[in-house]
DNA sequence: TCTGGGGTCCTAGGACCC
DNA sequence: TCTGGGGTCCTAGGACCC
């Protein structure tokens, strides 16, 4: 394979920033999008929040509870999806425009394979540049963008300075980059993760690269090698756009902890209500139905059936719910969370062609 | 601290077929 | 009577991403 240039951009606090440029007098303020707090008492958790959030000790993926107590005098916000989607993709279009292959990652992050637009890194950087002012004369938002040689390296360097940042890695930098980087700072290494690298002397990707891979391959299976390579800043994948859709849930969690089995089941038909909506709308059928039930202690259980034939009625995917549903109601133990979700899907074209 | 909701991919065991 | 090997599908759970 030849030479390869890959960005990948990052939104700067995505949703608390969009909110901030709907409501120019929230400036200067500590903003957190997220679950409603209800005074301390709320469920849920951060979804983003701005640096004066940060400042507070406040965090994305925290408990909302925990955020109030931390900053009770933020401003509180709903997810209001509906203005990100649509601010996303006027993003996304600026961005497609610079790149031969471009692959969407979530709603505020992608990366762009430019490999032919420019000659060189130096090239690049002002590609990046150009990109990042566009995006702020247009929908007066920041990013961060990382330069690579691959996904991997750009993905790791569009975190290594934020807000704003532009951080470019090229070949020959590669291996000093990442080697002084904690591990998780890797694509695919989580918190558990983390922890069992870790507990082996792992520390750095540094230390990751130079570990004995068949040690690797036997705790992590076919991961194991995959993250040797990535600490080597190894990576052969294809800036690609995603394919068909694999599955459509929804869940929800209940304000209190309920022992009311009908509130669960009918609270399981809306959510199959929703989900049968949307597979029709993407002209599409199912056959796997998977019912997710967590109970009060936080103990999460997904049963499910693949039925003998494709279908897209609402009835079916209820009346499969409310069945594989039985197992959990019958345990007598107070549920904290149930989902439905739809999965083996065909495009309604696709079936007809096979029957 | 007390943990959302949308997804994807991997693993491992069992069923079943040839 | 004790038992292969490969392939595919299904199920449940877990880890990860944003």
Not at 12 to 39: L, S
Not at 64 to 86: E, G, T
Not at 146 to 154: E, I, S, T
């Amino acid at each position: 394979m030849s030479r390869r240039i890959i960005f990948h951009v990052d939104m700067d606090q995505f949703f608390a920033a969009v909110e901030e440029r709907e409501h120019p007098e929230f400036k200067g303020k500590p903003v957190v999008v997220g679950a409603d707090p209800k005074e301390g008492t709320g469920r849920g958790v951060v979804s983003t929040c701005n640096y004066e959030a940060r400042k507070f000790g406040v965090r994305s993926g925290m408990p909302i509870s925990r955020a109030w107590k931390l900053c009770p005098d933020a401003i509180y916000l709903p997810v209001n999806f509906k203005l990100y989607i649509q601010t996303s993709s006027r993003i996304m279009a600026i961005l497609r425009k610079y790149a031969d292959k471009f692959e969407r990652w979530g709603l505020d992050e992608a990366f762009l394979d430019v490999s032919s637009r420019v000659r060189n890194f130096e090239e690049a950087k002002k590609l990046a540049e150009k990109i990042k002012r566009e995006i702020h004369e247009s929908e007066e938002l920041t990013c961060s963008i990382g330069v690579g040689p691959n996904k991997l390296v750009a993905k790791v360097a569009s975190d290594f300075k934020k807000p704003g940042g532009l951080t470019i890695v090229d070949e020959n930098a590669v291996k000093s980059f990442l080697a002084p980087l904690p591990v998780r700072k890797l694509l695919w290494v989580g918190k558990k993760t983390e922890r069992k690298l870790n507990e082996m002397g792992i520390k750095t990707i540094g230390d990751l690269a130079t570990y004995d891979v068949s040690v690797l391959s036997e705790r992590f299976g076919v991961m194991g090698v995959q993250y040797n390579l990535m600490a080597r800043g190894v990576d052969q994948s294809e800036v690609a756009e995603r394919g068909e859709i694999k599955s459509v849930g929804r869940e929800t969690t209940f304000e209190e902890d309920t022992s009311d089995y009908n509130l669960v089941l009918e609270t399981l038909d809306k959510l199959s209500e929703v989900v049968q909506k949307e597979i029709v709308e993407r002209k599409m059928l199912f056959k796997t139905v998977t019912v997710k039930i967590r109970f009060e202690n936080f103990e999460t259980h997904t049963h499910g059936k693949t039925r003998s034939f494709f279908t897209d009625r609402l009835r079916d995917l209820q009346k499969t719910a409310r069945e594989l549903a039985q197992l959990y109601l019958r345990q007598n133990r107070k549920i904290r969370l149930v989902g439905v979700r739809a999965s083996t899907l065909t495009s309604r074209k696709e079936q007809k062609t096979l029957t």
